[in-house]
Nanobody
Framework: QVQLVESGGGLVQPGGSLRLSCVSSGRTFGMEAMGWFRQAPDKEREFVASISWTGSGTNYGDSIKGRFTISRDNAEKVVYLQMNGLKPEDTAVYYC?????????????????????WGQGTQVTVSS
């Protein structure tokens, strides 16, 4: 059974940066798309970014385009989310997720229903 463990969250000032990591304990890694979602209090889970199994395809939510970058290291079984230019509205619990779909250069899963395994989440708070 695949387990995902996120890390790297914390408190940061507006305009600052954080890098989130998600480590997979699965026997294989690199055959499935991976994604990041976030959920703020009293709000629905929101798509942040996703990456195809080779890394050739990426997809980003509109609210974070140009500020966040998703990447992966299949050898190390890790997915990263580099977050720059953080804003107070980025405050949320960030979740890593695995999709049974591989994705490709042209299409990467972006709906929560397309993901079947979730991490426990890591809190990101942007505040002065």
């Amino acid at each position: 059974q695949v387990q995902l463990v996120e890390s790297g969250g914390g408190l940061v000032q507006p305009g600052g940066s954080l890098r989130l990591s998600c480590v997979s304990s699965g026997r294989t890694f690199g055959m499935e798309a991976m994604g990041w979602f976030r959920q703020a209090p009293d709000k629905e889970r929101e798509f942040v970014a996703s990456i195809s199994w080779t890394g050739s395809g990426t997809n980003y939510g509109d609210s974070i385009k140009g500020r966040f970058t998703i990447s992966r290291d299949n050898a190390e079984k890790v997915v990263y989310l580099q977050m720059n230019g953080l804003k107070p509205e980025d405050t949320a619990v960030y979740y890593c997720a695995r999709s049974p779909k591989s994705g490709n250069k042209f299409s990467v899963p972006s709906w929560p229903s397309e993901y079947d395994t979730w991490g426990q989440g890591t809190q990101v708070t942007v505040s002065s």
